[in-house]
């Protein structure tokens, strides 16, 4: 690897980065261009490998404005050895105060599928080379339109009487099944938003729905009708029976709010859950597996 360069990129250089073609063009990804405009991207912590002047890596750490955590690597591109990768990553690393999280973005169903299996191992093992470890998978899902089941009449559905029924369902909820940008709001908020939605979603909650069985809360949709795209930000359950009727409940109160289309992340380990969605219409959109330091608690 004598004729390897790697290197961040500096200001004007940009293109550089976009020199190299995008090896997974089906991916729905904000584009470098987009990134730098808006500052999230930013040269200084765009990194580079180029072997006779042509890009073969590529790696771009993505902190919002405002955001209190620290960058994370959102892009990680590979033409080129594994053994480049990790050293592109660790060159990185040791610039940017250590290594931190990735977020692998991947096709839905990536694992199933050779074309993409044959682009993303390099990188993959790039990254467990440099020293990150896999930590866990996030599905995201979208519902577009298809009909929703009809409600079987067992359970009432109401909007939240304040700030205090949200936060006290939620401390009762020890996993929720849904959680749509819990990383977003981590790094950016330091927001967890399992415990917390109210501190990253706002008190715009005339649109979540309370589930209630014979008087009783038996769970809980929090829905961003407002955000970059509408979403099931957050569904949590004291009853697992409710599921599907909650699901199909908060789609359809974003639906009735004009959205065409309505996000869901989901782990993957949560298998019922993921088969609830894709039986109210959800398809899976991506993949997102988590690699971190080896001592990080995410």
């Not at 407002?226 to 569904?235: E, I, M, N, R």
Request: proline letters at 8%.
């Amino acid at each position: 690897m004598t004729d390897l360069v790697i290197r961040p990129l500096v200001a004007g250089e940009e293109n550089l980065f976009d020199s190299m073609p995008d090896p997974l063009p089906q991916l729905r990804q904000v584009a470098y261009a987009d990134g730098i405009a808006g500052g999230g991207y930013r040269p200084e912590t765009t990194w580079v490998a180029l072997r006779a002047g042509r890009v073969v890596g590529r790696a771009a750490w993505v902190l919002p404005p405002g955001a209190i955590g620290a960058p994370w690597l959102e892009r990680f591109d590979l033409d080129a050895e594994p053994e480049v990768g990790a050293e592109l990553l660790r060159a990185a690393h040791e610039a940017l105060g250590g290594p931190g999280l990735y977020y692998a973005a991947l096709p839905a169903h990536w694992r199933r599928r050779p074309e993409v299996l044959a682009v993303v191992r390099a990188p993959m093992a790039a990254a467990q080379l440099a020293g990150l470890v896999e930590r866990g998978e996030r599905l995201r899902c979208s519902w577009t339109g298809t009909p929703l089941p009809a409600s079987s009449g067992r359970y009432d559905f109401r909007a939240p009487v304040d700030a205090a029924e949200i936060n006290t369902l939620v401390a009762r909820i020890a996993e929720p099944d849904v959680l749509t940008g819990v990383e977003n709001a981590l790094a950016v908020g330091g927001v967890d938003l399992a415990t917390d939605p109210l501190a990253w979603l706002g008190d715009n909650f005339e649109e979540w729905r309370i589930a209630v069985d014979a008087g009783k809360p038996v769970g809980l949709a929090g829905t961003a009708g407002d955000a970059c795209f509408p979403q099931l930000a957050y569904l949590g359950l004291l009853d697992e029976a409710a599921r599907p009727e909650l699901l199909a409940e908060a789609v359809r109160v974003l639906a009735a709010g004009g959205a065409r289309e309505v996000i869901a992340d989901v782990d993957s380990h949560r298998v019922a859950v993921l088969a609830e969605l894709e039986r109210t219409g959800f398809r899976q959109l991506r993949s997102r597996v988590v690699f971190a330091p080896p001592n990080s608690q995410e």
